[in-house]
């Protein structure tokens, strides 16, 4: 069936370190990908997407680009702030949203 | 613009109680969306509502979980009885009223539910 893998945590990076989470993903047909992030105390929230191979999803600094030949979506960011620290999960959407089990990041000054 | 709206936040039941847990999505959004996180996972669907129809609740366990959405605004999620493994976070969502897949889903800030 459908799912989606990410890279375990926590993470823990100093503050303008190069971040990297590696998500790939298994689906029948070509799935939208999706990154949510879940700040502290706060509800889920949409980060980027990107609905075809190739694509490119960016806010706030960070990218992922679909990858339909490694059928993945690692998310990158350049120099991560302390404000980053959240928990990240990428999900995918064929026929409904999958998630993956999240990987919490920490970012120390 | 208003956010997905949840309550209660936090419930604490013994186990074989029942509970429920209410949702108001996103004016003029048509899709909703409930789903389980369990602690240390990511959110699982439960069911999903167009308007006030059932379009997918194949992981939703009937025997003690239903739902309804009257009316195609408001929802309400059940559970009776709860067991100890219902323990976690229930989230409810909204999106657009085309109910693709590749659409953004809005959630709501959760009820955290505790069975002992």
């Known amino acids: 069936g459908n799912s989606v893998t990410q890279m375990e945590g926590p993470v823990t990076l100093s503050e303008e370190a190069f971040l990297t989470i590696n998500c790939t993903y298994t689906?029948?047909?070509?799935?939208?990908l999706f990154w949510y992030v879940q700040y502290p105390g706060e509800g889920l929230q949409l980060l980027l997407k990107?609905?075809?191979?190739?694509d490119k999803g960016s806010n706030k600094g960070f990218e992922a680009t679909y990858r339909k030949e490694t059928t993945s979506f690692h998310l990158e960011k350049g120099s991560v702030q302390v404000s980053d620290s959240a928990v990240y999960f990428c999900?995918?959407?064929?026929?409904?949203?999958?998630f993956g089990q999240g990987t919490r990041l920490t970012i120390n000054p | 613009e208003a956010g997905v709206a949840q309550s209660p936040r936090y419930k604490i039941i013994e186990k074989r109680q029942s509970v429920a847990f209410w949702c108001n999505p996103i004016?003029?959004?048509?899709?909703l969306y409930w789903y389980q996180q369990i602690l240390g996972q990511g959110p699982k669907l439960l069911i999903q509502?167009?308007?006030?129809?059932?379009?997918?609740d194949s992981q939703l366990p009937k025997d003690r979980f239903s739902a309804e959405r009257l009316k195609g605004v408001d929802s309400t999620l059940k559970i009776q009885p709860a067991k100890l493994e219902d323990s976690a976070v229930y989230l409810c969502?909204?999106?657009?009223?085309?109910?693709?897949?590749?659409?953004?889903?809005?959630f709501g800030p959760g009820t955290r539910l505790t069975v002992l």
């Open positions: 969502a909204s999106s657009l009223p085309s109910g693709r897949a590749s659409d953004t889903q809005y």
């Open positions: 509502f167009q308007n006030n129809g059932v379009v997918d």
């Open positions: 990107a609905t075809k191979a190739d």
């Open positions: 999900a995918q959407g064929a026929q409904k949203l999958v």
């Open positions: 004016s003029g959004h048509a899709t």
């Open positions: 689906a029948t047909g070509y799935p939208s």
